[in-house]
């Protein structure tokens, strides 16, 4: 855990958020400012600044396994969905504890801003 990072203190629970799904692993939550329909941000309860930090790619494997079981579990797996994990400056990272974000529940068009 660390102290000064919003997504570890929503992992924890001392920050609300929305959750809609979580393991002993993952935590999954909507969005504050959702992009579609559908956005949901999957995290580790474990703090990785970045996807490069993930050094096993077992929990990398695992992580997008989750993302899968939330998007069934919101009905968006048949119709289609987007997973984007941003990695520092210039893939738009603002929140620097990895997350994959989830999005569906419209056509996502291609390729993005
Ligand atoms: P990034 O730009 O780092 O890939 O995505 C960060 C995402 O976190 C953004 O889509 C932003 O709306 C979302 N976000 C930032 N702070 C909070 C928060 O406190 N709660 C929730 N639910 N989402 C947040
Ligand atoms: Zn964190």
Redesign the pocket.
């Known amino acids: 855990m660390n102290s000064d990072c919003?997504f570890c203190k929503?992992a924890s629970g001392e920050?609300p958020?929305e959750l809609v799904y979580q393991n002993e692993e993952f935590v999954a939550?909507?969005?504050?400012?959702p992009?579609a329909p559908v956005h949901v941000?999957l995290i580790p309860r474990n703090h990785y600044p970045t996807v490069t930090d993930m050094e096993d790619p077992a929990v990398i494997g695992r992580a997008i396994q989750a993302a899968g079981e939330v998007a069934k579990k919101l009905n968006i797996d048949n119709d289609g969905f987007r997973l984007v994990i941003?990695c520092r400056d210039n893939g738009?990272?603002?929140?620097y504890h990895m997350?994959v974000?989830i999005l569906g529940g419209r056509f996502m068009t291609w390729p993005p801003g």
């Open positions: 919003i929503i920050i958020a939550f909507r969005d504050l400012n992009q941000l941003n738009g990272q603002t929140v997350h974000h």
